[in-house]
């Protein structure tokens, strides 16, 4: 039972809170005549510098993406007669769209978020959250300078004003919470006590996660060259039409996944309920990207009846995978996954998906897709690879 200590603090609120570990025994008396409250919490010492890695691994990380993205295609051209602060008074556009704002106030979110995290030991509470806005504005303002030489950029105060109160709303929904939210310790404990000692399954199926901002052909279809020369000519209706295909790409995607997640986790976690709110997960990534990508009628592609037979089908059988040994469930996940890749490169695209590529408004979140189309790529060849890599492995 480890050590406690007793403190008085006078009202606490919500955002005081957030020096109390995650896991505190809060245990208080309060009185009609006082506003004072006793509370009794775990030594705070449990929190030092190397609590928070993952918080700050995931900040140089996402701080990586965002240049990433703001400077891509990266053919600056050194020779404008422009200086890097000449944006700063340039007037304000007549047209200001609004996707770019939101997309802007969207993106510097995590990063209002990952930092307060970051830098807990130093800084906390409205230190942190000071830090965090003047640095997203000076971070945000750099990349804006760069873009001063990039011929197919357009730097603004606009952007500048979006990115600042992304990190703004990002860093006020963090200082609420406890700091073992983020701390390395919890992500640990969670990753440990689902995957054991192999992290790979538990880094994969995340990329997973985040590779289905990318629009794809079918749902999960990912895996796909695009080579026109691989496609089996698109005019035909049996025995693979358009709704058939849709069913044997998820079914193989929710199986290929499925089993892979079930290889990687130990036996004694919860897997199927942990694998149903995985694939949740993903569904409700797809949806709100293609909303914010598309508009409303963006996710009749990704979620029709074809979607959720093929969801249904391939339920059921990571259903009864999970009864299997872990040598079924390998040889499963290798065979399906394998099956997905073959056939989302030889089927036609679903004229559906092409038509609403055409839909996409130009700059909605291209550069972003860039990077995401990759990943959406070479995930499952890194799953088939990892997954021969593993099979020496004892996983229980």
């Known amino acids: 039972m480890p050590s406690v200590q007793q403190i008085s603090v006078g009202r606490m609120g919500l955002l005081d809170d957030f020096i109390l570990p995650v896991n505190a025994h809060t245990c208080y008396c309060r009185k009609k005549s006082s506003r004072w409250e006793t509370f009794s919490i775990q030594n705070m010492s449990q929190f030092n510098s190397k ?34 602060w ?65 011929p197919t950029r357009i730097p603004s105060l606009i952007d500048l004003y979006s990115n600042s109160l992304g990190m703004l709303l990002g860093a006020l929904f963090a200082i609420p919470l406890s700091p073992g939210w983020l701390s390395g310790n919890r992500v640990e404990k969670i990753r440990a006590y689902y995957f054991g000692k192999h992290q790979g399954f538990f880094i994969l199926l995340l990329l997973c996660l985040v590779a289905q901002i990318y629009p794809q052909n079918a749902w999960l279809g ?26 044997l790409i998820t079914t193989l995607a929710v199986v290929g996944i499925g089993n892979f997640a079930l290889f990687g986790m130990r036996r004694q976690a919860s897997a199927l309920r942990v694998i149903g709110l995985f694939f949740l997960a993903m569904f409700l990534v797809r949806a709100l990207i293609a909303q914010f990508q598309f508009g409303q009628g963006g996710n009749f592609h990704m ?46 695209n679903n004229p559906y998906y092409l038509a609403q590529l055409e839909l996409l408004p130009q700059g909605n979140l291209t550069h972003l897709n860039g990077v995401l189309g990759w990943l959406a790529l ?19």
């Open 51 to 84: 609590s928070f890695y993952f918080a700050r691994v995931m900040l140089l990380v996402y701080l990586v993406l965002v240049a990433y993205v703001s400077l891509t295609p990266f053919n600056f051209d050194l020779g404008r007669d422009l200086r890097p």
């Open 303 to 348: 979620w029709n009846l074809s979607i959720m037979i093929g969801l249904l089908i391939g339920s059921l059988l990571i259903y009864l995978a999970s009864l299997a040994r872990k040598n079924t469930q390998w040889y499963l996940a290798i065979l399906a996954l394998t099956g997905q890749c073959v056939i989302v490169n030889l089927l036609p």
């Open 222 to 247: 990912m895996g796909d060259w695009g080579l026109a020369a691989m496609r089996i000519s698109p005019y035909w209706t049996i025995p693979l039409d358009n709704a058939s295909q849709a069913i």
């Open 86 to 150: 000449d944006w700063l008074f340039a007037p304000t556009p007549r047209y200001i769209p609004l996707f770019d704002v939101k997309s802007n106030i969207i993106a510097y979110l995590p990063l209002g978020f990952f930092m307060v995290f970051a830098l807990y030991t130093r800084v906390r509470k409205w230190q942190a959250l000071l830090f965090s806005v003047v640095f997203g504005s000076l971070f945000s303002g750099t990349l804006e300078s760069l873009q001063t030489y990039l």
């Open 378 to 396: 070479m995930w499952p060849y890194l799953a088939i690879v990892f997954l021969c890599k593993s099979k020496r492995f004892h996983l229980d």
